[in-house]
């Protein structure tokens, strides 16, 4: 299809492991960006893209986490030496220009489901 | 700083009824874009309506309304002849020109009953 997609669907890890979390975006959007969505709560920013670099890393939680785009289209969040904390849903979303130059749509993937045990 | 308010966790509605969603927001921005997002339990969130803070009128989509008063801050969604398929997690989001990223609020859960 020509949606966001997003590997692994779930993911179960143990406290202390590193995990990557995989989005590919729709094809031509230059913008890029990661939430994450906690039970119960909404959706809490993590990072922006703009083709490959970050202009805004604010929402990242921690130095444990990290975040790259390559080729202005895949990106992948790390999270090393998980946490118990860490658990929720990592939503990826594009759109075709950043800093709302358009619409301000995004259009969001499926999400990771990320459990940490 | 940005908020979004949705105070209502929960919410059910008869099949064929209306209902209307709650949403407020905070912001010194005068230009901005409103938007209601559905999350079925697919987990796919989907874009229901747009509203343009600098347009007067309100958004309508099929069954799916707003009632956008920028005044009040207030930008509520109104789904009309409720459907099975309407089931799901609601979620309120602004996004102020040339901003980087969607301000969500919690979400209301909605529930469809047959």
């Known amino acids: 299809g020509a949606g966001v997609s997003q590997s692994p669907s779930n993911k179960v890890t143990e406290k202390g492991k590193d995990v990557e979390l995989r989005c590919d975006p729709i094809?031509?959007?230059?913008?890029l960006y990661w939430y994450r969505q906690s039970l119960g709560q909404g959706l809490e920013f993590l990072i922006y893209f703009q083709g490959n670099s970050a202009p805004d890393k604010s929402g990242l939680p921690s130095d444990r986490f990290s975040a790259e785009r390559t080729g202005g289209s895949v990106s992948t969040l790390t999270i090393q030496r998980t946490q118990q904390e860490d658990s929720a849903v990592y939503l990826c979303?594009?759109?075709?220009?950043?800093?709302?130059?358009?619409?301000?749509?995004?259009?969001f993937g499926p999400g990771t489901r990320l459990t940490v045990t | 700083a940005q908020t979004v308010t949705q105070s209502q966790p929960e919410m059910s509605v008869q099949e064929a009824e209306t209902v209307t969603l709650s949403c407020t927001y905070d912001t010194s921005e005068s230009n901005y874009y409103l938007f209601w997002y559905k999350q079925p339990p697919s987990r796919q969130m989907i874009l229901v309506i747009r509203?343009?803070?600098?347009?007067?009128q309100n958004a309508t989509e099929n069954r799916f309304s707003v009632n956008f008063q920028k005044a009040a801050k207030s930008f509520s969604l109104k789904i009309s002849d409720s459907q099975l398929g309407d089931t799901a997690m609601y979620f309120c989001a602004f996004n102020s020109v040339g901003a980087n990223n969607l301000f969500f609020g919690t979400g209301t859960r909605l529930t469809v009953i047959p």
């Open positions: 979303a594009s759109s075709l220009v950043g800093r709302a130059a358009g619409t301000g749509e995004q259009y």
């Open positions: 094809s031509g959007h230059t913008a």
């Open positions: 509203q343009e803070a600098y347009k007067q």
